[in-house]
């Protein structure tokens, strides 16, 4: 499990075989989030929301392979594959094997159009970057901004924690506070972030999409920008992770209560956090 774990979160899926998913497939190039284990189910999560729920019974197992190395078992007893750089996870004879969406408001809008998709070729950069500019409630946080369909199609959680390091923004700062260019260079970064992992999937020889993260699942680590420490926090109604550099994403920092009162100790949070970084957990104990 931990192994499964290690192997896929941070990664971008190369290909996905789903003889046996019910349900709508990952799109190649998205960043895996989490995996999580509640007896004998196996849960996996995208950054854009996917989950891929797998029930094992009693016949079924996932097994993580190499990259190459032979299978236990026959192909056609094969429910679900999911291959990343160096590994495939495949799921054997599992009774349930489902995809769907996890309920998000932000990602079900009951009003309006959706904004254009960033991740498809030759987005649309500006107009996104007007819904943003535009955005009707001018005290929303842009972390929150950045997830709303309306806004922005495409952007997960991973790629939201690297996009308000790049622009050096300070996670709760308001979208209100944003001038015309920053949302620009917000929106033109998270577009190039997209781009970039869907080339990953394409390419013949993938690079590791992890080498391409600065603070996500970098939790006590130091910066590279400022050399302070990258700390981590759970947001919002759906807990999800966020990363960010203190030292260097003060940008618009809207000086909020909830931040200073609660001022993290890098290690323990580290600590507390190590399960969302299970690859840095190798790398600390190796
Ligand atoms: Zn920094």
Not at 11 to 23: E, K, S, T, W, Y
Not at 222 to 240: A, K, L, P, S
Request: charged share 25%; hydrophobic share 40%; net charge neutral.
């Amino acid at each position: 499990m931990s192994a499964l774990r290690t192997a896929l979160v941070g990664r971008a899926v190369l290909r996905f075989d789903g003889p046996g998913v019910d349900g709508p497939a990952p799109s190649l190039g998205r960043v895996i989030e989490h995996v999580n284990r509640t007896g004998r189910r196996i849960q996996i999560g995208w950054d854009d929301g996917l989950i891929l729920h797998t029930r094992l019974g009693l016949a079924g197992a996932w097994h993580l392979y190499r990259e190459g190395e032979p299978w236990r078992k026959p192909f056609a007893q094969v429910r679900v594959a999911i291959t990343v750089r160096g590994w495939v996870a495949a799921c054997f004879n599992a009774p349930v094997v489902e995809t769907y969406r996890e309920f998000d408001r932000h990602r079900h809008p009951s009003f309006g159009r959706t904004a254009p998709d960033l991740s498809g070729r030759g987005p649309d950069v500006a107009g996104c970057a007007q819904r943003l500019g535009g955005y009707h409630d001018r005290d929303a946080p842009v972390l929150d901004v950045l997830l709303d369909p309306h806004v922005v199609v495409g952007l997960g959680n991973v790629q939201r924690s690297e996009v308000l390091w790049r622009c050096g923004l300070h996670p709760f700062a308001r979208v209100g506070d944003l001038t015309s260019g920053e949302c620009l260079q917000l929106v033109g970064t998270a577009a190039a972030l997209l781009q970039r992992n869907a080339d990953y999937a394409l390419a013949a020889d993938p690079v590791d999409t992890r080498d391409d993260l600065v603070v996500y699942g970098r939790n006590g680590q130091r910066c590279g920008r400022c050399g302070d420490t990258i700390q981590v926090r759970r947001i919002g109604e759906h807990q999800r992770v966020l990363y960010w550099c203190a030292g260097c994403q003060t940008a618009h920092d809207p000086h909020q209560v909830e931040l200073d009162e609660a001022p993290m100790d890098p290690r323990p949070a580290a600590a507390r956090y190590v399960v969302d970084s299970p690859w840095r957990r190798s790398d600390l104990a190796g």
